[in-house]
């Protein structure tokens, strides 16, 4: 004979009571997730206050340069020497955008072929001894870039298109070199993107028959231009804002040209020679350094907000 054993079913207060147990534990603060959060938060906003004391200190002490020198003569005279009463930033602006431009012809070509090569080319042990030989690279401080240009860069251009050609300071050189400096950025952060791009784009692009150069050229690239333009972009703010390179090697003293052989002075440049000097606290040429940096502020955040709208307009969503 079968003996039956019933089980007895759970009653509605032991279901209620573990439900509420369960929800107990869901809405317990941990004390380690708290603090974690709260150190996260205050990073976030020790950068945001130190952006903002940042901007704050640069627009003060602008203002009483303003308050002197008209916006007009600012941007529009073609010279500048605030000892004399000349405050046109045409010919620092110009050193700079040339030291610059010819940084961006050294290292946007030679870093997004580096960055094809790792991620299309490159073996395994090939990128294990290349990487580490950019990131020494990025590592050299940058006033031995300076000399590098001033001992080493220079006469090679003296030696190629002669001494009567190229003066011994020169924003060539310096812009040159520039771009040797920044060639990791632009490979590392180009690399990045052209590694996201889905391994199915390229097998579908061999499935067709095309080679791996038609395939990185046509394909990967294109999949992956907002990150190049935004590794462009961030790299030419770099160029930008460089300094010791163009205060050793780019020489001294506003001079508007534009023949890279001779010398030129650019914005960060002349911050560090006239702020090495003897200057007076509340003078005018004390005040044009924070306004040539509140300047320099405004190039590179229109350089960042132009980033992020090639980004947003041009990304890439796989899923």
């Known amino acids: 004979m079968t003996q039956q054993i019933e089980i007895p079913s759970p009653s509605t207060t032991t279901i209620e009571a573990g439900y509420n147990r369960t929800n107990d534990l869901r809405k317990r603060r941990r004390l380690g997730e708290t603090v974690i959060q709260t150190l996260l938060f205050l990073a976030g906003g020790i ?9 704050y200190e640069l627009s003060k002490e602008s203002v009483h340069f303003l308050s002197q020198v008209s916006l007009i003569e600012f941007f529009t005279h073609a010279k500048w020497n605030p000892q004399l009463g000349n405050f046109g930033i045409l010919p620092l602006l110009n050193a700079t955008l040339m030291t610059s431009t010819t940084a961006m012809l050294v290292a946007l070509p030679m870093g997004l072929s580096i960055a094809i090569y790792l991620s299309e080319y490159a073996t395994p042990k090939a990128s294990s ?11 050299i401080p940058t006033v031995v870039y300076g000399y590098f240009a001033l001992t080493f860069m220079t006469p090679l251009l003296r030696s190629v298109l002669g001494k009567d050609v190229v003066e011994i300071y020169n924003t060539a050189s310096a812009g040159i070199v520039i771009g040797i400096l920044i060639i990791p950025m632009v490979s590392s952060m180009s690399e990045d993107a052209l590694s996201a791009v889905p391994r199915a784009l ?16 046509k394909v990967v690239l294109p999949a992956a231009i907002s990150g190049i333009v935004a590794a462009f972009i961030v790299a030419i703010s770099r160029a930008i804002g460089e300094t010791m390179i163009v205060a050793i090697a780019a020489g001294a003293g506003p001079n508007l040209t534009f023949n890279p052989f001779l010398p030129a002075e650019t ?3 002349h911050i560090v020679r006239i702020s090495g000097g003897d200057l007076s606290y509340n003078s005018i ?9 509140l300047f ?7 350089l960042n907000i132009i980033s992020q709208r090639v980004v947003r307009r041009f990304r890439e969503v796989y899923e």
Not at 47 to 55: A, K, N, Q
Not at 202 to 217: D, Q
Request: hydrophobic share 50%.
């Open 47 to 55: 950068s945001i206050l130190t952006t903002v004391g940042i901007v």
């Open 129 to 139: 001894i290349l990487k580490p030989i950019l990131e020494v690279l990025a590592g």
């Open 202 to 217: 390229r097998e579908a692009s061999y499935g067709l028959g095309a080679t791996k150069l038609e395939t990185a050229i």
């Open 267 to 269: 914005m960060t440049g």
């Open 285 to 293: 040429d004390y005040n044009s350094i924070f306004a040539i940096g």
């Open 296 to 302: 320099l502020f405004f190039i590179t955040l229109s």
